[in-house]
């Protein structure tokens, strides 16, 4: 039986290392974080403290952006728990950028625009924008105002998540965007760990694709003569 999903959005400090726009995991704390259910939506402001004790009893994470959430939580038991035990990750924008078929940009696919342009969510005022531009961090602004912005945001990603059920069902999609699902795991995974390289085989094999590269060059350019003359 299914036990249904739990929305999670995280809001954090952004100090801008590693060319990071929207802060680093390795650096940033998270100020606050909010969590939605079928039946309840719950917030906490955390900063300066650490986030330990979270558990999800839900089937399915729905996160806008999962590459970007997920690796601040990445430690933490209960998320390690969750997945080991079959739960499923559903990113939004992911989700979103199959649906258009790879079209929509990485502006299009932002929260705020997607809610608003595609699923009718409310156009909300930028409250945490205006802080930010004056290069404030987050845990700065007015608490209420990051309470106020993490819960509209994890309303807006369910408002999502319930419409792409609806049109990736049918579209015959579901199972593809699934399994796109575990590709948006393994990156993160890669990214909270790293990737281990082995720099001269990298480049051994380097040289030998550029050599059949450039040999199948070749082969095409003569293949194309004939329709080319």
Same mark, same amino acid.
């Given at each position: 039986?299914?036990?249904?999903?739990?929305?999670?959005?995280?809001?954090?400090?952004?100090?801008?290392?590693?060319?990071?726009?929207?802060?680093?995991?390795? &650096?940033?704390?998270?100020?606050?974080?909010?969590?939605?259910?079928?039946?309840?939506?719950?917030?906490?402001?955390?900063?300066?403290?650490?986030?330990?004790?979270?558990?999800?009893?839900?089937?399915?994470?729905?996160?806008?952006?999962?590459?970007?959430?997920?690796?601040?939580?990445?430690?933490?038991?209960?998320?390690?728990?969750?997945? @080991?035990? !079959?739960?499923?990750?559903?990113?939004?924008?992911?989700?979103?950028?199959?649906?258009? !078929?790879?079209?929509?940009?990485?502006?299009?696919? !932002?929260?705020?625009?997607?809610?608003?342009?595609?699923?009718?969510?409310?156009?909300?005022?930028? &409250?945490?924008?205006?802080?930010?531009?004056?290069?404030?961090?987050?845990?700065?602004?007015?608490?209420?105002? &990051?309470?106020?912005?993490?819960?509209?945001?994890?309303?807006?990603?369910?408002?999502?998540?319930?419409?792409?059920?609806?049109?990736?069902?049918?579209?015959?999609?579901?199972?593809?965007?699934?399994?796109?699902?575990?590709? &948006?795991?393994?990156?993160?995974?890669?990214?909270?760990?790293?990737?281990?390289?082995?720099?001269?085989? @990298?480049?051994?094999?380097?040289?030998?694709?550029?050599?059949?590269?450039?040999?199948?060059?070749?082969?095409?350019?003569?293949?194309?003569?004939?329709?080319?003359?």
């Amino acid at each position: 039986m299914s036990k249904g999903y739990l929305v999670l959005d995280v809001e954090n400090n952004n100090s801008k290392v590693y060319r990071c726009k929207a802060g680093c995991f390795l &650096v940033d704390p998270i100020v606050a974080f909010a969590l939605k259910n079928e039946k309840e939506l719950k917030s906490t402001y955390i900063y300066p403290e650490k986030l330990q004790n979270l558990q999800i009893d839900e089937d399915v994470l729905v996160i806008h952006n999962a590459t970007h959430d997920l690796p601040f939580l990445w430690h933490l038991k209960g998320i390690q728990e969750f997945f @080991l035990r !079959g739960g499923k990750l559903w990113d939004t924008m992911k989700a979103e950028y199959l649906l258009s !078929g790879h079209l929509k940009t990485y502006k299009e696919l !932002g929260l705020r625009d997607l809610a608003v342009n595609k699923y009718g969510c409310k156009q909300r005022e930028k &409250v945490m924008e205006p802080y930010w531009d004056q290069g404030w961090d987050t845990s700065d602004i007015p608490k209420e105002l &990051v309470m106020q912005d993490v819960e509209n945001d994890v309303l807006d990603t369910e408002k999502i998540y319930l419409a792409q059920l609806i049109e990736t069902e049918k579209l015959g999609m579901t199972k593809a965007i699934e399994y796109q699902m575990d590709g &948006v795991l393994a990156k993160i995974e890669m990214k909270v760990n790293g990737m281990k390289i082995h720099k001269e085989t @990298l480049e051994k094999n380097k040289l030998k694709l550029e050599k059949e590269l450039e040999d199948l060059y070749k082969r095409l350019g003569v293949i194309s003569e004939k329709y080319w003359r």
